[in-house]
């Protein structure tokens, strides 16, 4: 256990410095625990953890040149022992689930920080996971569902920014038949009655970005 000789040791990742300020802030007032390193985005986390090994690191999932996802990936499979924290303002499962799947032991809503931080802390480097109530509940509902494939997230990230399937079709280098198809898929998979909803959908699950 951790005490003011040998504290946790946490890397603070988000590409927000008022946020990295307040977390830093936080952190200095537990005497369990000490900010070794910060980084502003996913490929400067990666290399902070090589350098400094923390204990615990707390990742922003969205960040410019390499977003928290793909960091938390490139850690754990050079580090499987990684404890890593993200932090989000997205409450969406199906993010959750992929930032879980690349191994993140945590998942906390920046809304919770003040309430939640020190003691999801405390439990992930006492080897369990820590998941958001809210977060944990929406991941429940969907477990049965069909995940979607790259592809038609690719599809749909099209649809999203206003592509008809004759452009999409173009850009993704495939025919508009199986854009169609694509899209039909989707709309089944995520129970939507048309391509605007299956679109709402998606966004609020966190399946895509805009």
Known sequence: M??????????????????????????????????????ENGEQAVQAFREHRPDITLMDVRMPTMGGIDAIAAIRAEFPSARIIVL??????????????????GY????MLRKELVETIRGVHAGH?????????????????????????????????????????????I?????????????????ASDRTQAVVVALKRGIIDI
Not at 141 to 170: C, F, M, P, W, Y
């Open 108 to 111: 906390l809503l920046k809304s």
């Open 88 to 105: 989000t303002t997205y409450r969406g499962d199906a993010q959750a689930l992929r930032a879980i799947k690349a191994g993140a032991s």
């Open 2 to 39: 951790s005490s003011a000789d040998s504290p946790i040791r946490i890397l603070v990742a988000d590409d927000h410095p008022l946020l990295r300020e307040g977390l830093a802030a936080m952190v200095a007032g537990q005497a369990d625990m000490a900010l070794v390193a910060e980084a």
């Open 129 to 173: 996971r820590r998941i958001d109530v809210a977060i944990a509940s929406e991941l429940a509902e969907h477990r049965a569902d069909d995940e979607l494939t790259q592809r038609e997230r690719d599809v749909l990230s099209q649809v999203a920014a206003g592509g008809a399937n004759k452009e999409i079709a173009t850009r993704l280098g």
């Open 175 to 191: 025919s508009e038949e199986t854009v169609k198809s694509h899209v039909k898929n989707v709309m089944n998979k995520l129970g």
